[in-house]
């Protein structure tokens, strides 16, 4: 089980800066950015090999299960 930022997210807010910089934007007058986006992913093939059981409440919360 995984939790954290969005990978495409986060690409996309990187983007955002360099887009800004390169249009003229000091880098020092910019704001730091926090991730906005999460993600919880789940493997069922690591839990079932290690025995674990994954309650479907779970699994249907998650935004990606690894089968």
Known sequence: MSYGASDHA???QAADFVHRIL????PADMPVQLPTRFEL???LNTATALGLTIP???LLLADEVIR
């Open 23 to 26: 249009a003229g934007a000091a």
């Open 41 to 43: 992913v789940i493997n």
């Open 56 to 58: 479907r409440s779970m």
């Open 10 to 12: 986060l690409f996309a």
